[in-house]
Antibody
Framework: EVQLLESGGGVIQPGGSLRLSCAAS????????MTWVRQAPGKGLEWVST????????YNADSVKGRFTISRDNSKNTLYLQLDSLRADDTAVYYC??????????????????WGDGTTVIVSS | DIQITQSPSSLTASVGDRVSITCRAS??????LNWYQQKPGKAPKLLIY???SLQTGVPSRFSGSGSGTVFTLTISSLQREDFATYYC?????????FGQGTRLEIK
């Protein structure tokens, strides 16, 4: 069964750091790009970061650039998100998602077909 | 950045109704548009990818259409389990952007 399981969330003071993990199982992990999406309380979905299958390429939202770092360990089938310099507006449920593609290499459409249940980060003093 | 405007923001309907939700992109995104359903306290679930392809296991009453800048998600005959929040998402260019969401409620 294809599964993603996030962990590492918690309550942290402003300016603090946290590392989120997403353990993947049931599929060839290194064959898929992976993404983090977050959702602040009562708000919509916000894309955070994406990493390619081999970890060579990363993409980040402007709101987290320079503060959050996405990485992966394909030998452990695990995705990470390092959160530094946390602010109150980073409070959210953080989801990891598997990216899948359709189309040709010149014209791939990416979509998130499998999601974890999320881990909650609360930034508060 | 590509802006996605989703409408309506909320919708009240009855079981058996046909409903449509629209997303408009600020520039052409071909068919790089996906739709998700989210229920309270749960992770989003993929419904439609590449504008019109139905994800495996999703009931055929869900359909998607559109290309370029205007896209539509249609539910042909609402079932009780369809009452949820729906999001569109463009994957044409980073930053990936989502619509603001449409909350579908029971009349």
């Amino acid at each position: 069964e294809v599964q993603l399981l996030e962990s590492g969330g918690g309550v942290i003071q402003p300016g603090g750091s946290l590392r989120l993990s997403c353990a993947a199982s049931g599929f060839p992990f290194s064959s898929h790009a992976m993404t983090w999406v977050r959702q602040a309380p009562g708000k919509g979905l916000e894309w955070v970061s994406t990493i390619s299958g081999r970890g060579v390429s990363t993409y980040n939202a402007d709101s987290v650039k320079g503060r959050f770092t996405i990485s992966r360990d394909n030998s452990k089938n695990t995705l990470y998100l390092q959160l530094d310099s946390l602010r109150a507006d980073d409070t959210a449920v953080y989801y990891c998602a598997r990216e899948k593609t359709v189309g040709t290499p010149e014209n791939y459409c990416y979509y998130m077909d499998v999601w974890g249940d999320g881990t909650t980060v609360i930034v508060s003093s | 950045d590509i802006q996605i405007t989703q409408s309506p923001s909320s919708l009240t309907a009855s079981v058996g109704d046909r409903v449509s939700i629209t997303c408009r992109a600020s520039q052409s995104i071909s068919t790089f548009l996906n739709w998700y359903q989210q229920k309270p306290g749960k992770a989003p679930k993929l419904l439609i990818y590449a504008a019109s392809s139905l994800q495996t296991g999703v009931p055929s009453r869900f359909s998607g259409s559109g290309s370029g800048t205007v896209f539509t998600l249609t539910i042909s005959s609402l079932q009780r389990e369809d009452f949820a929040t729906y999001y569109c998402q463009q994957s044409s260019l980073t930053p990936i952007t989502f619509g603001q969401g449409t909350r579908l409620e029971i009349k």
